[in-house]
């Protein structure tokens, strides 16, 4: 299992870097942000036309050459085609034919924090683009029927253009059967009531949203995803046990709160740059300076961005397949450390923060003594300067 989550994460982030077909506007990969609904914390979006399969194969084929004979991997094309000979067609037959260019996946993590277990799977909701709902339908069906009794197993609902799969035993269930939805544009395959049955504003209409992917820096991306941090970081407050006194811990509540309301959300974009450059682009609407503030730090003490040295490369290997160059990393080393220090001191209970600081301290002089022991250098001045 492992190896295959490890594969699947190599052909994702590799497969931007790999490029028969240009990248796409953000706005046309990001497009199903209009199914899900407009509170939705984490949405991710990818290529799913032919020019990206192409690419993907592309990276499979470079991993193959690094792997012994007996540990290749298939092509997505390959596995396609095996899939689709098992149904009685080829992949363009069977499944592009009405597949379209992007799939998405959004998920609602108030499923997976609520005490009912039974629930979990519905946290993750997955649209895909698609030409033809009607081959797309008969496609799903199959593909149940293949695995279960369908008409013992699923509901058909029509309505106004859409076609529904209900199980036909409702309420939350362990054995994870899902609801699927098809419109003329899209399935929907998951948590498909709420969409149903909620027709508030969708997640394209949040403004946060908007904001955060219209700021990533190129226009054209393989993959995107969004985090909105700052309601990740509002369920995190909620989950968080009863801690008794909360007039003791007034303080600590009030600054992870004022934490919260500044950092924003997060956007990822994947693409090439000048058709060789894998580039992964990450923007941040958090307010740096109103964190700081509530932590108690200077803001001309935190560390900004600054460009890397590039001249650095001449002291790497020709053929080292990946590198990370990172610029001042003392003054985010110190930048960290401050924060530790300070996230500490806003413990309610003043006497175990400051022994929970000084044990800080002694193991922070330990991994010091340490490698000083082991190499002669100190750490921050003769390693991270």
């Given at each position: 299992?492992?190896?295959?989550?490890?594969?699947?994460?190599?052909?994702?982030?590799?497969?931007?870097?790999?490029?028969?077909?240009?990248?796409?506007?953000?706005?046309?990969?990001?497009?199903?942000?209009?199914?899900?609904?407009?509170?939705?914390?984490?949405?991710?979006a990818?290529?799913?036309?032919?020019?990206?399969?192409?690419?993907?194969?592309?990276?499979?084929?470079?991993?193959?050459?690094?792997?012994?004979a007996?540990?290749?991997?298939?092509?997505?094309r390959?596995t396609?085609?095996?899939?689709?000979?098992?149904?009685?067609?080829?992949?363009d037959?069977?499944?592009?034919s009405?597949?379209?260019?992007?799939?998405?996946?959004?998920v609602?993590?108030?499923?997976?924090?609520?005490?009912?277990?039974?629930?979990?799977?519905?946290?993750?909701?997955l649209?895909?683009?698609?030409?033809?709902?009607?081959?797309?339908?008969?496609?799903?069906?199959?593909?149940?029927?293949?695995?279960?009794?369908?008409d013992?197993?699923?509901?058909?609902?029509?309505?106004?253009?859409?076609?529904?799969?209900n199980?036909?035993?409702?309420?939350?269930?362990?054995?994870?059967?899902?609801e699927?939805?098809?419109?003329?544009?899209?399935?929907?395959?998951g948590?498909?009531?709420?969409?149903?049955?909620?027709?508030?504003?969708?997640?394209?209409?949040?403004?946060?949203?908007?904001?955060?992917?219209?700021?990533l820096?190129?226009?054209?991306?393989?993959?995107?995803?969004?985090?909105?941090?700052?309601?990740?970081?509002?369920?995190?407050?909620?989950?968080?046990p009863?801690?008794?006194?909360?007039?003791?811990?007034?303080?600590?509540?009030?600054?992870?709160?004022?934490?919260?309301?500044?950092?924003?959300?997060?956007?990822?974009?994947?693409?090439?740059?000048?058709g060789?450059?894998?580039?992964?682009?990450?923007?941040?609407?958090?307010?740096?300076?109103?964190?700081?503030?509530?932590?108690?730090?200077?803001?001309?003490?935190?560390?900004?961005?600054?460009?890397?040295d590039?001249?650095?490369?001449?002291?790497?290997?020709?053929?080292?397949?990946?590198?990370?160059?990172?610029?001042?990393?003392?003054?985010?080393?110190?930048?960290?450390?401050?924060?530790?220090?300070?996230?500490?001191?806003?413990?309610?209970?003043?006497?175990?923060?400051?022994?929970?600081?000084?044990e800080f301290?002694?193991?922070?002089a330990?991994?010091?003594?340490?490698?000083?022991g082991l190499?002669?250098?100190d750490?921050?001045d003769?390693?991270?300067?």
């Amino acid at each position: 299992m492992k190896k295959v989550v490890l594969v699947l994460a190599l052909l994702l982030v590799l497969g931007a870097a790999v490029i028969p077909a240009a990248a796409v506007p953000t706005a046309d990969l990001t497009a199903l942000a209009s199914v899900f609904p407009a509170n939705t914390p984490i949405f991710a979006a990818l290529r799913t036309d032919d020019g990206y399969i192409e690419t993907l194969d592309g990276v499979i084929a470079r991993i193959n050459r690094a792997l012994p004979a007996s540990g290749q991997i298939d092509s997505l094309r390959s596995t396609f085609e095996m899939g689709a000979r098992m149904m009685g067609g080829s992949f363009d037959s069977v499944i592009r034919s009405w597949l379209g260019d992007t799939a998405a996946l959004g998920v609602d993590i108030s499923y997976l924090i609520d005490d009912d277990e039974r629930n979990d799977y519905l946290a993750a909701t997955l649209a895909i683009a698609v030409t033809d709902s009607a081959a797309a339908a008969e496609f799903v069906r199959g593909l149940l029927s293949s695995q279960m009794d369908f008409d013992r197993e699923y509901n058909i609902e029509r309505f106004d253009g859409v076609t529904i799969f209900n199980p036909t035993h409702d309420g939350p269930r362990l054995d994870g059967m899902i609801e699927f939805m098809f419109t003329q544009d899209y399935v929907v395959m998951g948590n498909v009531k709420p969409l149903v049955m909620n027709r508030t504003a969708r997640l394209n209409t949040n403004a946060a949203f908007n904001d955060t992917m219209s700021a990533l820096p190129l226009g054209d991306y393989n993959i995107a995803l969004y985090i909105d941090v700052q309601a990740l970081f509002d369920v995190q407050l909620t989950m968080m046990p009863d801690m008794g006194d909360t007039a003791e811990l007034g303080g600590t509540i009030e600054a992870l709160t004022g934490i919260g309301s500044n950092l924003g959300s997060v956007g990822v974009g994947f693409t090439v740059v000048d058709g060789r450059s894998l580039t992964i682009d990450i923007v941040s609407t958090a307010d740096p300076e109103a964190i700081a503030g509530t932590l108690g730090l200077d803001m001309d003490s935190l560390v900004m961005a600054q460009p890397v040295d590039l001249a650095f490369a001449r002291f790497i290997p020709a053929g080292t397949p990946i590198i990370t160059l990172a610029s001042n990393l003392a003054g985010a080393y110190n930048t960290a450390l401050a924060g530790m220090r300070n996230g500490m001191l806003l413990s309610g209970d003043a006497e175990a923060a400051q022994e929970a600081l000084a044990e800080f301290e002694s193991s922070l002089a330990g991994v010091e003594f340490l490698i000083r022991g082991l190499t002669g250098l100190d750490l921050e001045d003769d390693i991270l300067s």
